[in-house]
Nanobody, 124 residues
Framework: QVHLVESGGGLVQAGGSLRLSCAAS????????MAWFRQAPGKAREFVGA????????YGADSVKGRFTISRDNAKNTVYLQMNSLKPEDTAVYYC?????????????????WGQGTQVTVSS
């Protein structure tokens, strides 16, 4: 069982940056593939990025490549999402998710555990 808590969301102007954090409970954090998803009002939950157990492999959505970076610190049981050059269309609730296994999955249904989400709002 993994309990996930996101933080770091807020209001930022277009072109600005934010860093989201996701703190995980449990002693087996390093056994989970971690990911970030986002969901805007009236839209489906969208994959943002995923990172492997040790952090050596990452995969990001085309819409955020070159702007967002996912990383993790297994000693701190935390995964991060560094978001740069933010755009109004990045406005959404951002969720952290965890899954057992090694595949950097992109579908929400492939993830076993979810945080409560943190709101990111980008003003134009």
């Amino acid at each position: 069982q993994v309990h996930l808590v996101e933080s770091g969301g807020g209001l930022v102007q277009a072109g600005g940056s934010l860093r989201l954090s996701c703190a995980a409970s449990g002693r087996t954090f390093s056994s989970y593939v971690m990911a970030w998803f986002r969901q805007a009002p009236g839209k489906a939950r969208e994959f943002v990025g995923a990172i492997s157990w040790g952090g050596g492999s990452t995969y990001g959505a085309d819409s955020v490549k070159g702007r967002f970076t996912i990383s993790r610190d297994n000693a701190k049981n935390t995964v991060y999402l560094q978001m740069n050059s933010l755009k109004p269309e990045d406005t959404a609730v951002y969720y952290c998710a965890a899954r057992l296994g090694s595949r950097l999955a992109v579908r929400p249904d492939d993830y076993n555990y979810w945080g409560q989400g943190t709101q990111v709002t980008v003003s134009s």
